[in-house]
């Protein structure tokens, strides 16, 4: 699968490696053979992304079966570590009163690192072991899929309206719909505001992750297309990644914890 091999040029390499193991009927698939249109499955996404979850929140449920109140081992004080500090990060920004919340933003905090630190795995290793066995195409890092960052966005957008409904009741939350910011005089007006808002929050949310990751994945490809060369520059960029796949889990988690706190929130 290496460009570096002649198998493909460097055109095709980076396509091959930026394309979806995808199934979806004979309707969707265009005159090459490839998937297109709203139900096309990515098989690579849904199963890499499920796996890492059943794998990281089973190991979470293992410990926390397990923990003890004596001196806890390496794992569980790591796992403690995490959670106390999304626990404080939602402690200093939402300011309601929900059992929601603090579990919501560690799922999303641990689930979105492990996607990302999927591209902290050397290019061609798992595309070139799915090969082996016959598949064609697979993308190993879930948070590079628009349409999984867009899901992830969604259940965010529907958790904070049905928080806000949950809180405020449905008469109050449709008064602020229509009378935030400049009244009921200008009701048309602060609909049209809060419609632009509400779509703009799982747009902004999502493309943020997405676009991150895959400028990163980008550049992974890019390096492995040096051949020889590509040991000096990889570590770095890997070691340099890490910071950025930490990050943009961080910044998902605490967007999330802000939309939750407004919803909460009256005016």
Same mark, same amino acid.
């Given at each position: 699968?290496?460009?570096?091999?002649?198998?493909?040029?460097?055109?095709?390499?980076?396509?091959?490696?930026?394309?979806?193991?995808?199934?979806?009927?004979?309707?969707?698939?265009?005159?090459?053979?490839?998937?297109?249109?709203?139900?096309?499955?990515?098989?690579?996404?849904?199963?890499?992304?499920?796996?890492?979850?059943?794998?990281?929140?089973?190991?979470?449920?293992?410990?926390?079966?397990?923990?003890?109140?004596?001196?806890?081992?390496?794992?569980?004080?790591?796992?403690?570590?995490?959670?106390?500090?999304?626990?404080?990060?939602?402690?200093?920004?939402?300011?309601?009163?929900?059992?929601?919340?603090?579990?919501?933003?560690?799922?999303?905090?641990?689930?979105?690192?492990?996607?990302?630190?999927?591209?902290?795995?050397?290019?061609?290793?798992?595309?070139?072991?799915?090969?082996?066995?016959?598949?064609?195409?697979?993308?190993?890092?879930?948070?590079?899929?628009?349409?999984?960052?867009?899901?992830?966005?969604?259940?965010?957008?529907?958790?904070?309206?049905?928080?806000?409904?949950?809180?405020?009741?449905?008469?109050?939350?449709?008064?602020?719909?229509?009378?935030?910011?400049?009244?009921?005089?200008?009701?048309?007006?602060? !609909? #049209?505001?809060?419609?632009?808002?509400?779509? &703009?929050? @799982?747009?902004? *949310?999502?493309?943020? /992750?997405?676009?991150?990751?895959?400028?990163?994945?980008?550049?992974?490809?890019?390096?492995? !297309? #040096?051949?020889?060369?590509?040991?000096?520059? &990889?570590? @770095?960029?890997? *070691?340099?990644?890490? /910071?950025?796949?930490?990050?943009?889990?961080?910044?998902?988690?605490?967007?999330?914890?802000?939309?939750?706190?407004?919803?909460?929130?009256?005016?």
């Amino acid at each position: 699968m290496s460009a570096e091999g002649g198998t493909l040029t460097t055109t095709g390499y980076i396509q091959h490696h930026l394309t979806n193991l995808a199934v979806c009927s004979d309707a969707a698939k265009d005159a090459t053979g490839h998937c297109h249109g709203f139900w096309t499955f990515h098989l690579d996404t849904l199963l890499v992304s499920g796996i890492l979850g059943l794998l990281v929140f089973g190991l979470m449920a293992k410990v926390a079966s397990k923990a003890t109140s004596g001196v806890p081992g390496n794992l569980q004080s790591f796992i403690e570590m995490v959670v106390g500090m999304v626990d404080q990060q939602v402690k200093d920004t939402f300011h309601g009163k929900s059992a929601l919340v603090t579990p919501l933003a560690i799922t999303i905090f641990v689930w979105v690192f492990v996607m990302n630190a999927m591209d902290l795995i050397p290019v061609d290793f798992l595309p070139v072991t799915a090969a082996a066995v016959g598949v064609d195409y697979l993308k190993v890092v879930p948070t590079t899929d628009p349409n999984l960052t867009f899901a992830m966005a969604l259940s965010v957008f529907f958790i904070t309206l049905f928080m806000g409904l949950k809180v405020k009741g449905f008469g109050h939350f449709m008064h602020e719909v229509f009378a935030v910011p400049f009244g009921l005089k200008l009701a048309p007006v602060n !609909l #049209l505001f809060r419609i632009v808002e509400e779509i &703009a929050r @799982p747009i902004s *949310l999502s493309l943020r /992750l997405f676009g991150n990751m895959y400028a990163g994945e980008m550049v992974f490809i890019l390096i492995a !297309l #040096l051949g020889i060369w590509q040991l000096p520059l &990889a570590l @770095p960029w890997a *070691l340099f990644h890490i /910071l950025i796949i930490t990050l943009q889990a961080f910044v998902f988690m605490m967007l999330t914890i802000v939309y939750m706190s407004m919803a909460a929130e009256s005016h």
